[in-house]
Protein backbone atom coordinates (compact mmCIF):
# COMPACT_ATOMS: atom_id res chain seq x y z
CA UNK A 1 0.00 0.00 0.00
CA UNK A 2 2.87 2.21 0.99
CA UNK A 3 4.62 1.97 -2.09
CA UNK A 4 1.05 2.57 -4.07
CA UNK A 5 0.74 5.82 -1.90
CA UNK A 6 4.21 6.88 -3.47
CA UNK A 7 3.21 6.79 -6.92
CA UNK A 8 -0.20 8.39 -6.11
CA UNK A 9 2.10 11.66 -5.73
CA UNK A 10 4.21 11.67 -8.42
CA UNK A 11 1.09 12.31 -11.11
CA UNK A 12 0.04 15.23 -8.71
CA UNK A 13 3.58 16.63 -8.85
CA UNK A 14 3.60 16.35 -12.38
CA UNK A 15 0.34 18.31 -13.07
CA UNK A 16 0.63 21.01 -10.38
CA UNK A 17 3.82 21.98 -12.17
CA UNK A 18 2.36 21.17 -16.11
CA UNK A 19 2.91 24.62 -17.83
CA UNK A 20 0.52 23.57 -20.61
CA UNK A 21 -2.61 23.27 -18.57
CA UNK A 22 -3.56 20.13 -19.86
CA UNK A 23 -5.88 19.09 -17.32
CA UNK A 24 -7.52 22.55 -17.90
CA UNK A 25 -8.07 21.90 -21.68
CA UNK A 26 -9.24 18.15 -21.46
CA UNK A 27 -11.96 19.46 -18.53
CA UNK A 28 -12.83 21.84 -21.32
CA UNK A 29 -13.12 19.35 -23.90
CA UNK A 30 -14.89 17.64 -21.57
CA UNK A 31 -18.56 19.14 -22.39
CA UNK A 32 -19.37 21.94 -24.45
CA UNK A 33 -19.07 25.67 -23.53
CA UNK A 34 -17.36 24.89 -20.50
CA UNK A 35 -14.77 27.71 -19.21
CA UNK A 36 -11.99 28.03 -17.13
CA UNK A 37 -10.46 31.20 -15.04
CA UNK A 38 -7.28 31.77 -14.21
CA UNK A 39 -6.32 33.31 -11.45
CA UNK A 40 -2.77 34.84 -10.02
CA UNK A 41 -1.71 34.04 -6.10
CA UNK A 42 -2.29 34.47 -3.84
CA UNK A 43 -6.33 34.88 -3.03
CA UNK A 44 -9.43 34.73 -5.55
CA UNK A 45 -12.83 34.18 -4.71
CA UNK A 46 -12.99 30.79 -6.32
CA UNK A 47 -16.53 30.55 -4.98
CA UNK A 48 -17.55 32.69 -7.26
CA UNK A 49 -15.87 31.32 -10.07
CA UNK A 50 -17.18 27.88 -9.65
CA UNK A 51 -20.88 29.06 -8.86
CA UNK A 52 -21.13 30.13 -12.56
CA UNK A 53 -19.90 26.68 -13.86
CA UNK A 54 -16.31 27.90 -14.39
CA UNK A 55 -13.04 25.97 -13.20
CA UNK A 56 -11.13 28.31 -11.37
CA UNK A 57 -7.20 27.65 -11.92
CA UNK A 58 -4.29 28.62 -9.53
CA UNK A 59 -1.56 29.74 -11.68
CA UNK A 60 1.98 30.23 -10.02
CA UNK A 61 4.42 31.11 -13.22
CA UNK A 62 6.66 28.65 -14.92
CA UNK A 63 8.96 27.27 -12.37
CA UNK A 64 12.23 26.30 -14.27
CA UNK A 65 10.64 25.04 -17.04
CA UNK A 66 9.91 27.96 -19.41
CA UNK A 67 12.98 30.36 -20.91
CA UNK A 68 12.10 33.90 -20.98
CA UNK A 69 12.44 35.38 -24.06
CA UNK A 70 10.01 38.21 -24.37
CA UNK A 71 9.32 39.05 -20.29
CA UNK A 72 13.05 40.71 -19.60
CA UNK A 73 11.96 43.73 -22.24
CA UNK A 74 8.82 44.50 -20.16
CA UNK A 75 9.86 44.53 -16.77
CA UNK A 76 12.97 45.72 -15.00
CA UNK A 77 15.42 43.60 -13.64
CA UNK A 78 14.28 44.07 -9.89
CA UNK A 79 10.75 42.31 -10.66
CA UNK A 80 10.15 38.86 -9.20
CA UNK A 81 10.20 35.77 -11.42
CA UNK A 82 6.25 34.74 -11.37
CA UNK A 83 5.71 38.42 -12.66
CA UNK A 84 8.13 37.54 -15.43
CA UNK A 85 7.09 33.39 -16.32
CA UNK A 86 3.71 34.55 -15.84
CA UNK A 87 3.51 36.96 -18.37
CA UNK A 88 6.01 34.55 -20.23
CA UNK A 89 3.14 31.85 -20.70
CA UNK A 90 0.98 34.40 -22.09
CA UNK A 91 3.00 35.84 -24.94
CA UNK A 92 3.79 32.11 -25.54
CA UNK A 93 0.26 30.97 -26.04
CA UNK A 94 -0.09 28.70 -22.73
CA UNK A 95 -2.93 30.57 -21.19
CA UNK A 96 -4.86 30.58 -24.35
CA UNK A 97 -7.47 27.52 -22.26
CA UNK A 98 -8.42 29.95 -20.04
CA UNK A 99 -11.29 32.34 -20.46
CA UNK A 100 -10.55 34.81 -18.03
CA UNK A 101 -7.61 36.22 -15.97
CA UNK A 102 -7.87 37.30 -12.50
CA UNK A 103 -5.75 39.64 -10.65
CA UNK A 104 -6.17 40.92 -7.32
CA UNK A 105 -4.57 43.99 -5.27
CA UNK A 106 -1.38 42.00 -3.56
CA UNK A 107 1.04 43.95 -4.58
CA UNK A 108 2.76 46.85 -7.14
CA UNK A 109 4.09 43.59 -9.52
CA UNK A 110 0.97 41.71 -9.60
CA UNK A 111 -1.58 45.20 -10.06
CA UNK A 112 1.38 46.46 -13.28
CA UNK A 113 1.62 42.65 -14.35
CA UNK A 114 -2.35 42.29 -15.00
CA UNK A 115 -2.25 46.12 -17.02
CA UNK A 116 0.88 44.43 -19.32
CA UNK A 117 -0.93 41.74 -19.72
CA UNK A 118 -3.98 43.43 -20.80
CA UNK A 119 -2.00 46.08 -23.04
CA UNK A 120 -0.08 42.81 -24.62
CA UNK A 121 -3.12 40.30 -25.14
CA UNK A 122 -6.16 42.39 -26.47
CA UNK A 123 -7.92 39.24 -27.57
CA UNK A 124 -8.07 37.67 -23.44
CA UNK A 125 -10.34 39.33 -20.90
CA UNK A 126 -8.49 40.33 -17.75
CA UNK A 127 -10.12 41.24 -14.41
CA UNK A 128 -8.68 43.00 -11.65
CA UNK A 129 -10.50 42.59 -8.06
CA UNK A 130 -10.17 45.62 -5.42
CA UNK A 131 -9.43 43.92 -2.11
CA UNK A 132 -10.17 46.49 0.83
CA UNK A 133 -6.96 47.88 2.15
CA UNK A 134 -9.22 48.63 5.76
CA UNK A 135 -11.38 46.56 8.28
CA UNK A 136 -13.94 48.41 8.63
CA UNK A 137 -17.69 48.01 7.96
CA UNK A 138 -17.94 49.89 4.77
CA UNK A 139 -15.27 47.85 3.34
CA UNK A 140 -17.63 45.05 3.51
CA UNK A 141 -19.64 46.85 1.91
CA UNK A 142 -17.05 47.41 -0.87
CA UNK A 143 -16.00 44.12 -1.04
CA UNK A 144 -20.09 42.89 -1.99
CA UNK A 145 -20.02 45.16 -4.21
CA UNK A 146 -16.77 44.11 -5.86
CA UNK A 147 -17.72 40.75 -5.85
CA UNK A 148 -21.14 41.48 -7.43
CA UNK A 149 -19.49 43.53 -10.54
CA UNK A 150 -17.33 40.69 -10.33
CA UNK A 151 -20.06 37.99 -10.37
CA UNK A 152 -21.68 40.07 -13.26
CA UNK A 153 -18.74 39.75 -15.96
CA UNK A 154 -18.35 36.09 -15.29
CA UNK A 155 -21.79 35.57 -15.93
CA UNK A 156 -21.27 37.84 -18.86
CA UNK A 157 -18.73 35.34 -20.28
CA UNK A 158 -20.40 31.99 -18.86
CA UNK A 159 -23.67 32.58 -19.93
CA UNK A 160 -25.37 31.43 -16.63
CA UNK A 161 -26.55 33.45 -13.96
CA UNK A 162 -24.93 32.77 -10.50
CA UNK A 163 -27.82 32.22 -8.09
CA UNK A 164 -27.56 32.49 -4.33
CA UNK A 165 -28.20 28.57 -4.52
CA UNK A 166 -25.15 27.80 -6.89
CA UNK A 167 -23.26 30.32 -4.56
CA UNK A 168 -24.21 28.36 -1.25
CA UNK A 169 -23.39 24.91 -2.84
CA UNK A 170 -19.70 26.31 -4.08
CA UNK A 171 -19.40 27.83 -0.44
CA UNK A 172 -19.71 24.52 1.12
CA UNK A 173 -17.97 22.63 -1.18
CA UNK A 174 -14.69 24.91 -0.67
CA UNK A 175 -15.67 24.69 3.01
CA UNK A 176 -14.95 20.78 2.77
CA UNK A 177 -11.83 21.49 0.86
CA UNK A 178 -10.32 23.69 3.01
CA UNK A 179 -11.54 21.41 5.97
CA UNK A 180 -9.41 18.79 4.76
CA UNK A 181 -6.53 21.01 3.20
CA UNK A 182 -6.94 21.88 7.23
CA UNK A 183 -6.72 18.04 8.03
CA UNK A 184 -3.52 17.75 6.22
CA UNK A 185 -1.54 20.53 7.50
CA UNK A 186 -2.91 19.16 11.42
CA UNK A 187 -1.56 16.07 9.99
CA UNK A 188 1.90 17.34 9.19
CA UNK A 189 2.26 19.13 12.38
CA UNK A 190 1.35 15.96 14.31
CA UNK A 191 3.28 13.11 12.77
CA UNK A 192 5.29 14.56 10.25
CA UNK A 193 7.40 11.36 9.24
CA UNK A 194 4.20 10.18 7.70
CA UNK A 195 3.53 13.14 5.25
CA UNK A 196 6.67 14.78 3.51
CA UNK A 197 6.27 18.14 2.86
CA UNK A 198 6.64 17.70 -0.81
CA UNK A 199 4.07 15.28 -0.84
CA UNK A 200 1.80 17.58 0.73
CA UNK A 201 2.66 20.63 -1.52
CA UNK A 202 2.08 18.61 -4.36
CA UNK A 203 -1.86 17.12 -3.09
CA UNK A 204 -2.87 20.57 -2.52
CA UNK A 205 -1.48 22.26 -5.15
CA UNK A 206 -2.51 19.71 -8.00
CA UNK A 207 -5.91 20.77 -6.52
CA UNK A 208 -5.16 24.43 -8.14
CA UNK A 209 -5.43 22.34 -11.77
CA UNK A 210 -8.84 20.28 -11.33
CA UNK A 211 -12.71 20.89 -10.36
CA UNK A 212 -12.90 21.28 -6.64
CA UNK A 213 -15.09 17.83 -6.44
CA UNK A 214 -12.28 15.48 -7.78
CA UNK A 215 -10.06 17.27 -5.21
CA UNK A 216 -11.86 16.29 -2.31
CA UNK A 217 -12.66 13.11 -3.95
CA UNK A 218 -8.48 13.11 -3.78
CA UNK A 219 -8.18 13.76 -0.32
CA UNK A 220 -11.00 12.15 1.36
CA UNK A 221 -9.44 8.84 -0.69
CA UNK A 222 -5.95 9.71 0.37
CA UNK A 223 -5.86 11.10 3.82
CA UNK A 224 -6.69 7.34 5.44
CA UNK A 225 -3.85 5.99 3.37
CA UNK A 226 -1.57 8.39 4.76
CA UNK A 227 -2.60 7.92 8.17
CA UNK A 228 -2.36 4.53 8.06
CA UNK A 229 1.18 4.78 6.47
CA UNK A 230 4.21 3.61 8.77
CA UNK A 231 7.33 4.57 9.35
CA UNK A 232 9.04 6.14 12.32
CA UNK A 233 9.89 9.43 13.35
CA UNK A 234 12.93 11.32 12.35
CA UNK A 235 15.44 13.14 14.42
CA UNK A 236 14.97 16.27 13.17
CA UNK A 237 14.28 19.93 13.60
CA UNK A 238 10.80 21.16 13.27
CA UNK A 239 10.86 24.23 11.12
CA UNK A 240 7.69 26.56 10.07
CA UNK A 241 8.13 27.80 6.71
CA UNK A 242 7.30 31.75 6.23
CA UNK A 243 7.49 33.74 3.27
CA UNK A 244 6.40 31.55 0.09
CA UNK A 245 3.20 32.67 -0.40
CA UNK A 246 3.14 33.71 -4.18
CA UNK A 247 5.77 32.60 -5.91
CA UNK A 248 6.65 28.91 -4.63
CA UNK A 249 9.61 27.79 -4.04
CA UNK A 250 10.88 25.17 -6.32
CA UNK A 251 10.18 21.44 -4.95
CA UNK A 252 13.84 20.23 -5.24
CA UNK A 253 14.46 22.99 -2.27
CA UNK A 254 11.73 21.72 -0.56
CA UNK A 255 13.56 18.66 -0.76
CA UNK A 256 16.88 19.67 0.21
CA UNK A 257 15.14 21.23 3.10
CA UNK A 258 13.72 17.86 4.34
CA UNK A 259 17.08 16.38 3.41
CA UNK A 260 19.36 18.20 5.65
CA UNK A 261 16.96 17.21 8.59
CA UNK A 262 13.90 19.94 8.84
CA UNK A 263 10.17 18.15 9.21
CA UNK A 264 8.37 21.10 7.60
CA UNK A 265 5.69 21.01 10.43
CA UNK A 266 3.54 24.12 8.70
CA UNK A 267 4.14 26.44 5.95
CA UNK A 268 2.23 29.49 3.96
CA UNK A 269 2.41 27.42 0.28
CA UNK A 270 -0.92 27.56 -1.54
CA UNK A 271 -2.60 29.53 0.71
CA UNK A 272 -5.66 30.35 -1.33
CA UNK A 273 -6.86 26.83 -0.09
CA UNK A 274 -6.27 27.66 3.59
CA UNK A 275 -7.34 31.57 3.56
CA UNK A 276 -9.99 30.61 5.47
CA UNK A 277 -9.58 28.71 8.89
CA UNK A 278 -13.20 27.99 9.96
CA UNK A 279 -15.93 27.26 7.29
CA UNK A 280 -17.88 30.09 5.54
CA UNK A 281 -21.49 30.53 6.63
CA UNK A 282 -23.92 29.76 3.83
CA UNK A 283 -26.73 32.01 5.25
CA UNK A 284 -28.11 34.88 4.73
CA UNK A 285 -26.25 36.38 1.90
CA UNK A 286 -23.59 33.89 0.41
CA UNK A 287 -21.86 37.15 -1.40
CA UNK A 288 -21.76 39.54 1.97
CA UNK A 289 -21.05 36.45 3.86
CA UNK A 290 -17.68 36.42 1.10
CA UNK A 291 -16.79 39.81 1.63
CA UNK A 292 -17.70 40.08 5.15
CA UNK A 293 -15.43 36.42 6.30
CA UNK A 294 -12.75 38.18 3.85
CA UNK A 295 -12.12 41.50 5.97
CA UNK A 296 -12.97 39.63 9.24
CA UNK A 297 -11.21 36.66 9.60
CA UNK A 298 -9.17 35.58 6.86
CA UNK A 299 -5.67 34.42 7.43
CA UNK A 300 -2.93 36.99 7.85
CA UNK A 301 -0.66 37.46 5.16
CA UNK A 302 1.65 39.84 4.27
CA UNK A 303 -0.41 40.28 0.90
CA UNK A 304 -3.52 40.93 3.00
CA UNK A 305 -3.73 44.56 4.36
CA UNK A 306 -3.99 43.55 7.91
CA UNK A 307 -2.80 45.57 11.08
CA UNK A 308 1.13 44.59 11.70
CA UNK A 309 0.63 43.84 15.47
CA UNK A 310 -2.12 41.01 14.08
CA UNK A 311 -0.08 39.51 11.18
CA UNK A 312 2.62 38.86 13.88
CA UNK A 313 0.57 37.27 15.63
CA UNK A 314 -0.86 34.97 12.96
CA UNK A 315 2.95 33.80 12.95
CA UNK A 316 3.02 33.22 16.36
CA UNK A 317 -0.07 31.19 16.16
CA UNK A 318 1.33 29.26 13.88
CA UNK A 319 4.69 28.48 15.58
CA UNK A 320 2.64 27.55 18.53
CA UNK A 321 0.14 25.54 16.87
CA UNK A 322 3.09 23.19 15.25
CA UNK A 323 5.06 23.07 18.07
CA UNK A 324 8.55 24.74 15.75
CA UNK A 325 11.35 24.56 16.86
CA UNK A 326 12.61 27.26 14.62
CA UNK A 327 11.39 29.41 11.39
CA UNK A 328 12.82 29.80 8.02
CA UNK A 329 11.87 32.87 6.29
CA UNK A 330 12.13 31.05 2.45
CA UNK A 331 11.50 34.52 0.57
CA UNK A 332 11.10 35.12 -3.24
CA UNK A 333 13.92 37.43 -5.17
CA UNK A 334 12.73 41.06 -5.25
CA UNK A 335 8.91 40.22 -2.98
CA UNK A 336 8.65 43.47 -1.39
CA UNK A 337 5.51 42.43 0.75
CA UNK A 338 7.78 39.24 2.68
CA UNK A 339 10.47 41.60 2.61
CA UNK A 340 8.83 44.21 4.99
CA UNK A 341 7.28 42.08 7.24
CA UNK A 342 10.28 40.01 7.29
CA UNK A 343 11.58 42.56 9.76
CA UNK A 344 8.34 42.42 11.83
CA UNK A 345 8.19 39.04 11.72
CA UNK A 346 11.79 38.15 12.10
CA UNK A 347 11.64 40.39 15.97
CA UNK A 348 8.14 38.68 16.92
CA UNK A 349 10.59 35.25 16.50
CA UNK A 350 13.68 36.69 18.46
CA UNK A 351 11.32 37.12 20.73
CA UNK A 352 9.88 34.07 20.94
CA UNK A 353 13.60 32.33 21.60
CA UNK A 354 12.98 30.73 18.53
CA UNK A 355 16.40 30.21 16.34
CA UNK A 356 15.46 31.39 12.59
CA UNK A 357 17.07 31.27 8.76
CA UNK A 358 16.46 33.57 6.03
CA UNK A 359 17.01 32.45 2.33
CA UNK A 360 16.21 33.91 -0.68
CA UNK A 361 14.70 31.62 -3.90
CA UNK A 362 13.48 31.95 -6.96
CA UNK A 363 11.09 29.60 -8.88
CA UNK A 364 13.48 28.87 -11.74
CA UNK A 365 16.59 27.83 -9.30
CA UNK A 366 17.73 24.38 -10.06
CA UNK A 367 21.04 24.88 -8.03
CA UNK A 368 21.19 24.25 -4.83
CA UNK A 369 24.69 23.72 -3.27
CA UNK A 370 24.75 26.81 -1.66
CA UNK A 371 21.11 26.92 0.09
CA UNK A 372 22.18 23.26 1.15
CA UNK A 373 25.29 24.33 3.09
CA UNK A 374 23.14 27.41 4.92
CA UNK A 375 20.58 25.26 5.65
CA UNK A 376 22.75 22.27 7.21
CA UNK A 377 24.91 24.77 9.22
CA UNK A 378 21.67 25.72 10.55
CA UNK A 379 20.62 22.86 11.50
CA UNK A 380 23.60 20.97 12.55
CA UNK A 381 23.77 24.64 14.77
CA UNK A 382 20.44 23.56 16.39
CA UNK A 383 21.24 20.03 17.05
CA UNK A 384 24.86 20.28 18.55
CA UNK A 385 23.58 23.68 21.07
S1 LIG B 1 6.20 37.28 -5.38
FE1 LIG B 1 5.84 39.05 -4.06
S2 LIG B 1 6.36 40.83 -5.30
FE2 LIG B 1 6.08 39.09 -6.70
S3 LIG B 1 3.96 39.22 -7.36
FE3 LIG B 1 4.03 37.87 -5.59
S4 LIG B 1 3.62 39.17 -3.80
FE4 LIG B 1 4.16 40.50 -5.53
Not at 62 to 82: K, N, T, V
Not at 226 to 240: E, L, P, S, T
Request: hydrophobic letters at 45%.
Amino acid sequence: MAECLEQSFEPLTELAQDIEFASVRRWKQGAPHRKAVAFFPVYAPMEIIHAAGMLPVGIAGAGDRLDLQHADSRFGSFICSIVKTTFELGITGKLEPFDALLFSTICDSARNLCFVMKRNFPGQHFEFLHLPHSTSESSIEFLAAEYRRLMGELQRIAGVEITAGALRNSIAMFNRQRELAGEIYTLRAEAPHLLRATESYALLRAGLRMPVEEHIAILEEMLPKIRARGGKKRDAIRVVIEGSFCEQPPLPLIRVLEAAGCDVVDDDFTLAQRWFSEPLPLEPDPVQTLAERYVRCATYSSVRHFPAAARCRGLEQRIRRSRADAVIFLIAKFCEPAYFDYVLFKKAVDQLGLPSLQLEFEEKLFTFDRLQTEIETFVESLIFD
